[in-house]
């Protein structure tokens, strides 16, 4: 079997009790930093000294058959540094050769960079979206093809590129946008800050340090006059649409309401 093991992003006490249980147990263990596994097991006291096999993004393509042939008769416990494998980090080859194989994937559930500062930005949560790092190059053109998203944006970034990253933010989706900065999750240092682009890339320019994610409220939903769901609405009913079926599904697309667009439509037919 496969296991994804979460591991803390920062404060050891965020251990699970069932990852603290598999890394003392496991004869395998596949780590993005075999030396971080080390680490991680010396902080919590674990003696147990597995068999370890380094898997990077320089090498997990080529190293996913191995790893899948291993879980096909012991579980192979599965690391990265902090984190979810597979989520921004080394797994998702291996994981998916695994599902092509045959061979069972579980997970043991924990630390979260991207749910934590979801959860702490004060931003809409009922709906979001994880776009992992952010380009190097070209980041106005790429926040430009997400000037619509509606939902809530997560990213991760550099410390030494967050100011640049924030003020092609601001360039591309305006000044005002809404924006939290999660600096030092679950750590000593833990910072949260909120404002807008501008604000947030005028603070950043004074330099930042540590692990970040950065929040960014969704573009607001286009706003729709009646007069042009109105239009909307003659327009299906001259395709071939009944007054009423046009005008439920206009109303269903915009949030005008259903009456007005029914009866508005039928005065311009009198």
């Known amino acids: 079997m496969l ?30 930093d075999t030396r971080t596994a080390i680490h991680l ?30 879980a096909r008769s012991t579980d192979v416990l599965v690391l990265t540094d902090a984190g979810m494998p ?15 194989a045959g061979v069972i994937v579980t997970a043991l559930p924990g630390p979260s960079a991207v749910v934590t500062a979801l ?12 776009e992992g790092f952010l ?15 509606q939902r809530t944006m997560v990213f991760f970034e550099s410390p030494n590129r967050l100011a640049e990253s924030l003020a092609d933010l601001a360039t591309a989706l305006g000044d005002d946008r809404r924006v939290v900065v999660c600096r030092e999750l679950t750590k000593l240092h833990e910072e949260v800050r909120r404002g807008t682009a501008a604000e947030l890339a005028a603070w950043a320019a004074e330099g930042v340090r540590g692990e970040i994610c950065i929040v960014v409220a969704g ?14 609405v003659q327009a299906l009913v001259e395709s071939g649409s009944r ?3 046009a005008s439920a599904e206009v109303a ?19």
């Not at 990077?56 to 291993?70: F, P, R, S, Y």
């Not at 597979?86 to 092509?100: K, Q, T, W």
């Not at 269903?252 to 009198?270: I, M, N, Q, V």
């Open 86 to 100: 597979a989520i921004s980090d080394p797994g998702f080859p291996l994981v998916a050769a695994a599902a092509s």
């Open 219 to 232: 573009s607001p939903p286009p706003t729709h006059d009646l007069a042009s769901g109105i239009a909307q």
């Open 252 to 270: 269903d697309a915009t949030g005008l309401s259903r009456r007005e667009l029914y009866e508005g439509a039928l005065k311009l037919r009198s």
């Open 135 to 149: 380009p190097r190059k070209g980041r106005v053109a790429y926040f430009g093809a997400l000037a619509a998203e």
């Open 3 to 32: 296991i994804l093991a979460a591991t803390p992003i920062g404060n050891l006490g965020d251990a699970s009790r069932r990852l603290i249980d598999a890394l003392g147990s496991v004869t395998i263990i596949a780590a993005e």
């Open 41 to 70: 097991m010396r902080a919590l006291g674990i003696e147990n000294r597995p068999r370890l096999i380094a898997l990077h993004e320089h090498n997990e393509v080529e190293k996913a058959a191995e790893i899948v042939e291993l």
């Open 119 to 130: 959860a702490l930005s004060g931003l809409p949560t009922d709906r979001f979206t994880f």
């Open 243 to 245: 007054l009423r079926d």
